[in-house]
Antibody, heavy 119, light 107 residues
Framework: QVQLHQWGAGVLKPSETLSLTCGVS????????WFWIRQPPGKGLEWIGR???????DYNPSLKNRVTISIDTSKNHFSLEMTSVTAADTAMYYC??????????????WGQGTMVIVS | ENVLTQSPTFQSGAPKETVTITCRAS??????LHWYQQRPGQSPKLLIK???QSFSGVPSRFSGSGSGTDFTLTISGLEAEDAATYYC?????????FGQGTTVEIK
């Protein structure tokens, strides 16, 4: 079973760039999509975007101009960058993927989460 | 975007009771609707995929049904470990969206 382990800076100042990385335990990038989701304190889940199995990216329009998701197969990880952060970006950030056969399957593998505070 | 509205927001049930959570989509999602459980301090875990398919290892007391815009997650026979927040998630259209969550408390 693949595992995801994530890391990155936990405290940022307004206008800085958020940078998080998610390591993939078995290096199995080929054929799978890679997601980032966030959860503000005490609130629900928000889909940030994904790097698809075909190499394209999809982002939430509410964040599109500030977000980049990329993968580095040589390092067995994928990353999230979000520019110009504000206090509204304070949240627990999760990486996730799916092992199902279809691109619209449920997300069955999640990272442990990284709390990012913008202050 | 496709807005998912869950009800109720909070539900309390005694052990062995049956709890039902609904998720209504603003646009049809076909069967591309999934359910997650999130215990406090933990990452979400997939319970049900494609409306009614139980994910591997999930207890049989969890079941899902529905289609189009109206979906239901049922917990038949609550156990103490089911205290958590439950989210629906649609993958039919972009951006993918989640319901706002339903917190289940065990009396």
């Amino acid at each position: 079973q693949v595992q995801l382990h994530q890391w990155g800076a936990g405290v940022l100042k307004p206008s800085e760039t958020l940078s998080l990385t998610c390591g993939v335990s078995d290096g199995s990038f080929s054929g799978y999509p890679w997601f980032w989701i966030r959860q503000p304190p005490g609130k629900g889940l928000e889909w940030i975007g994904r790097f698809t199995h075909t190499g394209s990216t999809d982002y939430n329009p509410s964040l599109k101009n500030r977000v980049t998701i990329s993968i580095d197969t040589s390092k067995n990880h994928f990353s999230l960058e979000m520019t110009s952060v504000t206090a509204a970006d304070t949240a627990m950030y999760y990486c996730a993927t799916l092992r199902g056969a279809a691109a619209d399957d449920g997300l069955d593998v999640w990272g442990q989460g990284t709390m990012v505070i913008v202050s | 975007e496709n807005v998912l509205t869950q009800s109720p927001t909070f539900q309390s049930g005694a052990p062995k009771e049956t709890v039902t959570i609904t998720c209504r989509a603003s646009q049809s999602v076909g069967s591309s609707l999934h359910w997650y459980q999130q215990r406090p301090g933990q990452s979400p875990k997939l319970l049900i995929k494609y409306t009614s398919q139980s994910f591997s290892g999930v207890p049989s007391r969890f079941s899902g049904s529905g289609s189009g815009t109206d979906f239901t997650l049922t917990i038949s026979g609550l156990e103490a470990e089911d205290a958590a927040t439950y989210y629906c998630h649609q993958t039919s259209t972009l951006p993918q969206t989640f319901g706002q969550g339903t917190t289940v408390e065990i009396k």
